[in-house]
């Protein structure tokens, strides 16, 4: 036991390079304002700061060591004698307390910087993930209207097989040909084929033509002046901050669908773009845009509707919330 209590004893003498003769608990109160003076924090420079905490944490761990040596000194002395030592004792373990907090809240502050660095790599995730949705929602609607590339090969070849046949045949001589094995007669036929080449160009025409128009609608409701549109569409209807996907729908369909009878009969029969599943498709590009820039939030749904809630920002500016997500 005796050199037990000498090479603790020694160990922290060694530390605080004293010589003489130290009480177990004059040790302890020195090394602890040792301990005080080698704080990490006050270090301004990573290579001194990192040589303090190798110190400090040596220091710790002889505080630890000569506290469990003065509990076990404290035990084996009778009642009597701890009387005149008892303040000591005490301010020891409240000492030693305060370290083990200290040490406590370090390694909850190491756990937190942990978690925030974790927290905004999920964010991060979660940004690219709704940017994806979003971008997946667009093309989706504009895939709608894009003729695939089947279809695309089917128009052209037919195209060109048609029109090359027609130079090199010309349309009559094409009629007769398929007029011996017709009971059509050949003048019929020729206006079939006719017709035929001046379709063929005028379908891809079109489905061309309505690609673009979607395609600039999708990009259209993801613009700052569109969603400013969008809040003084609610304040007109008084719906202030919070608002439902059919709030959305029916403000789509008041911005992008003509009101004049025969333009609007135009885009939702002849050419057919802004029907209901178009206008439902633009609904969720506009929705996730806003929440990928963080202008609203989720709400709690009303009836069959899903509801949203804005953030308390009366107006959308360009890169307002970009850097917060």
Do not use: C
């Amino acid at each position: 036991m005796t050199d037990i209590i000498q090479s603790i004893i020694q160990k922290v003498k060694d530390e605080l390079r004293l010589e003489g003769e130290f009480s177990s608990t004059e040790l302890y109160n020195q090394l602890f304002e040792y301990r005080t003076n080698l704080h990490p924090d006050k270090f301004l420079y990573d290579d001194q700061k990192q040589e303090a905490e190798e110190k400090f944490k040596k220091v710790n761990a002889l505080l630890s060591e000569l506290e469990r040596f003065i509990k076990e000194e404290k035990l084996a002395k009778k009642p009597g004698e701890i009387i005149p030592y008892k303040d000591s004792y005490e301010i020891v373990t409240i000492k030693q307390t305060n370290v083990q907090i200290e040490e406590k809240i370090k390694s909850l502050e190491s756990t937190i910087t942990a978690k925030d660095y974790e927290l905004k790599e999920l964010k991060k995730e979660i940004r690219l993930l709704r940017n994806e949705k979003a971008d997946e929602k667009t093309q989706e609607l504009v895939k709608h209207y894009k003729p695939t590339k089947k279809s695309l090969f089917s128009l052209g070849l037919t195209f060109l097989v048609t029109l090359l046949f027609g130079i090199l045949s010309k349309i009559d001589e094409i009629a007769v040909l398929i007029s011996k094995y017709s009971p059509l007669k050949e003048k019929f036929l020729n206006t079939i084929i006719f017709v035929i080449l001046i379709a063929i160009p005028l379908i891809y025409a079109k489905k061309s033509y309505e690609e673009k128009i979607i395609e600039r609608a999708a990009n259209r409701v993801k613009t700052p002046l569109f969603i400013n549109g969008f809040v003084e569409y609610l304040e007109e209807y008084k719906l202030g901050n919070n608002f439902s996907e059919l709030n959305v729908y029916n403000f789509l369909v008041k911005q992008l669908v003509p009101r004049n009878f025969f333009s609007k009969y135009y885009y939702t029969k002849v050419l057919p773009v802004f029907t209901e599943a178009t206008i439902d498709s633009l609904k969720d590009i506009f929705i996730y845009n806003l929440l990928i820039k963080k202008l609203i939030y989720i709400s709690n749904p009303n009836m069959l509707d899903r509801t949203f809630r804005i953030w308390n920002s009366p107006h959308y500016f360009p890169g307002q919330f970009d850097d917060e997500f």
